[in-house]
């Protein structure tokens, strides 16, 4: 123990001489700092002189070469522990095959969590609901239902009813510990929720997770929803990749498929890196950053034939970018915005053949309209493939929009009527340089 001591002591000497040296040397460029460098560097960049450097360790997961052999969720949380235990963070690699995903992958401050490409696939587990046979109530950490065969210790779980499913209503745990028809979760109820309202415990809980947490990345990894059996929950509470309530993340070359809910969620957060993921057969959105989620970059992805919207921009979430994504074939939008989402770019996108519109911009009051979102050099083309849409359909009094540089057509594909439309309460949109063609109703077209 002495020399493991004395070891680890020389090597912070040596890191911290070495960057002493550096320092003082005055040669080389300051080097970029990633989501994953712990809380050591400070926002400048600089070394701190109060707290050690300690590298971060890896420990790898899955098959017999492995530090901790198994392709199960807990296989992988035993890791995430381990880190977490040790204090200064690190990476959990994952080698190649099939995760069995029962509960979601929580991970914690300057974590990693990399796979080996798309052979590293997460896949939850098939699904399993139950009716409450009694109700369950706010703060109650136990649920009583009919049948519990299917749910075993340790599993994600969301609790609703038919009332109480959407938003914030939903709560997600894990269970603890069962007996009987008694099953008992590790957080509070958040809602009275009813027996004879459908009342229901379902095993449908996110792949990976990251709560109340800070730089963060997962990359390189194949996330698979397993929708066919498991129960829809809202993405504001869940997600194939849900982060909440997380300052600094990176979420890269992930691919999302058939998630019964959002492909990747982020709520609450900021500084969150969404780049180069390819997202598609979720039955919601596909990308969804909201609840208050300043400072987001979507970058480089492919979010397409999802059941609902491509891009969810959904509350608050403001002076972000979106450059350089695919958007095409959702069911619904291409992309929508709305309750103050405001200051927010979006260039160098494809938005094509959605169901309705291209860009929506929702109903709103005109002091929470999506106020100054700009559009530039995108392509909006062929939306409206299974109802009559629009390029861009302004729906509120919002102020400062802007389309700019971008081509606007339909080439006969889709239903895309017109290039905007405006309704009887929305402000003119700045238009300048657009090549527009191909539509029945032309540029503009106002609703009384």
């Avoid at 002189?49 to 949380?77: L, W």
């Avoid at 459908?198 to 709560?211: D, F, R, Y």
């Avoid at 009051?365 to 559009?375: D, E, G, K």
Wanted: charged share 20%; aromatic share 6%; with cysteine.
């Amino acid at each position: 123990m002495k020399t493991i001591t004395s070891l680890l002591f020389l090597l912070i000497i040596i890191t911290s001489c070495v960057q002493e040296n550096k320092s003082a040397s005055g040669t080389g460029s300051p080097q970029k700092v990633g989501p994953q460098v712990s809380a050591i560097i400070s926002d400048t960049g600089s070394v701190s002189v109060v707290n050690p450097i300690v590298p971060g360790r890896t420990i790898t997961v899955g098959g017999n070469n492995a530090d901790i052999k198994g392709f199960t969720s807990e296989a992988i949380q035993t890791a995430v522990e381990a880190l977490k235990n040790a204090g200064v963070g690190g990476t959990i690699m994952l080698l190649p095959g099939n995760f069995d995903i029962a509960s979601p992958v929580r991970l914690y401050d300057n974590m990693i969590l990399k796979g080996s490409g798309e052979k590293t696939v997460l896949k939850k587990c098939k699904g399993f609901s139950s009716p409450f046979t009694l109700d369950a109530d706010y703060g109650e950490l136990k649920i009583t239902v009919k049948d519990a065969s299917g749910f075993r210790v340790g599993m994600g779980v969301a609790i609703y009813d038919d009332t109480q499913r959407s938003g914030w209503d939903l709560t997600t745990a894990n269970i603890t510990a069962i007996k009987g028809n008694d099953i008992y979760i590790d957080d509070y109820l958040l809602r009275d929720y009813h027996a004879d309202k459908k009342g229901t415990l379902s095993n449908s809980c996110s792949v990976i997770s990251a709560v109340e947490a800070e730089n963060i990345t997962i990359s390189n990894l194949t996330v698979d929803g397993s929708r066919e059996s498991n129960d829809m929950i809202d993405g504001c509470r869940a997600g194939g990749i849900y982060l909440h309530k997380v300052n600094k993340a990176l979420v890269e070359n992930v691919i999302v498929k058939n998630y019964n809910s959002d492909g990747i969620s982020w709520q609450l957060t900021e500084y969150v890196t969404v780049k180069n993921c390819e997202v598609f057969g979720c039955s919601n959105s596909g990308l969804h950053p909201g609840t208050g989620s300043p400072y987001t970059m979507i970058e480089g992805n492919n979010s397409h034939d999802n059941g609902g919207y491509g891009l969810f921009v959904c509350w608050r979430v403001r002076n972000g970018i979106v450059r350089n994504n695919i958007f095409k074939n959702n069911g619904k939008n291409g992309i929508c915005t709305g309750h103050k989402d405001t200051d927010m770019l979006y260039i160098g996108n494809t938005i094509a053949e959605n169901g309705a519109d291209g860009i929506h911009l929702r109903g709103e009051l005109p002091m929470n309209a999506p106020h100054r979102s700009i559009f530039k050099n995108n392509l909006i083309e062929n939306n409206g493939m299974k109802e009559k849409g629009y390029g861009l359909s302004v729906n509120c009094n919002a102020e400062g929009v802007v389309l700019e540089d971008n081509i606007i057509r339909n080439t006969g594909t889709g239903k895309q009527a017109g290039a905007v439309l405006l309704m009887k309460e929305s402000l003119t949109v700045v238009m300048k340089n657009n090549n527009i063609s191909g539509m029945s109703e032309g540029e503009v077209v106002k609703q009384n």
